[in-house]
């Protein structure tokens, strides 16, 4: 008969093989979230027509379809001849009227979004940018408020790209104008596709975090906005990293994580085991 203290010794025998067959399989994994890119545009909202000041303050709205995506805008047109600037053809900007003028999706995109950037014309203008997880303009009465969501960032002058909404899963975003009309060329739209696919790490060539099975630290293999998840899908650590750089870990209890981060435009997430 086997005795018990070599029963014993056998099962920590296996279990410490299943254990190193598992960490190697996740090692091997990279899931890396397919993004894709909507391109609002004066084309999109309907193209070239003004219209005219009259309209602003009275719940004018235009809705428009881009890559199956509804959006809303108010108080927004066609830019006039001439404006912002002589030379500027008509209808070839979307004019953004002061205060009330605001850019949305009134459905939620496929997809969390990565990052919005706005291209503007003409004399600089701020614009404030806010993030949710369900619709931020419901209404098509006078006033033109963002309700709920977060403001992102800090409200910016010139054209700009936020990637602070990467590490929060928000689907709708508002684009509030500030004091002033503004002129936009486009507004560039980045989101995390639905469908998730399934990469071998060592032909990856976006080799986020280089040491996955970790005691105390991670080192990184490139530069990007990390975020490090638990299983429960909290944010348990958050920060900026470059190549060789490393992250203490340390204090983070035993047992398996996400970290994510955007490289070279690309949305990556590993999954790291802490012994």
Do not use: C, H
Not at 40 to 69: D, Q
Not at 82 to 89: E, M, R
């Amino acid at each position: 008969m086997i005795a018990l203290s070599q029963t014993k010794s056998l099962i920590n025998f296996i279990m410490k093989k299943i254990y190193s067959l598992f960490a190697v399989t996740v090692l091997a994994l990279t899931i890396t979230a397919q993004t894709k890119t909507v391109t609002i545009n004066v084309a999109n909202i309907g193209g070239t027509g003004v219209l005219g000041t009259s309209n602003y303050n009275n719940g004018a709205e235009r809705t428009w379809t881009t890559n199956s995506i509804s959006f809303g805008g108010k108080a927004i047109t066609g830019n006039a001849n001439n404006t912002p600037s002589s030379g500027n053809a008509a209808g070839t900007n979307i004019q953004a009227q002061a205060n009330n003028g605001v850019i949305y999706n009134t459905t939620a995109l496929p997809g969390k979004i990565v990052s919005i950037t706005i291209n503007s014309v003409g004399t600089a203008r701020e614009s404030s940018l806010y993030g949710g997880a369900s619709r931020l303009v419901n209404t098509a009465a006078a006033n033109y408020d963002v309700t709920g969501g977060t403001q992102v960032g800090s409200a910016s002058t010139t054209g700009w790209t936020t990637t602070d909404l990467s590490g929060t899963d928000y689907k709708f975003f508002a684009i509030k104008r500030g004091a002033n009309a503004a002129y936009i060329t486009s507004i560039v739209i980045v989101y995390e596709d639905a469908t998730m696919a399934v990469v071998d790490a060592t032909k990856g060539k976006a080799n986020l975090v280089k040491n996955t099975i970790i005691s105390n630290e991670l080192i990184f293999g490139t530069s990007a906005k990390v975020s490090v998840y638990n299983t429960a899908g909290q944010i348990v650590k958050t920060t900026e990293v470059s190549d060789n750089s490393r992250l203490d870990v340390s204090a983070l209890p035993k047992g398996t994580y996400v970290v994510t981060g955007l490289v070279n435009g690309q949305a990556v997430s590993q999954k790291i085991i802490k012994k």
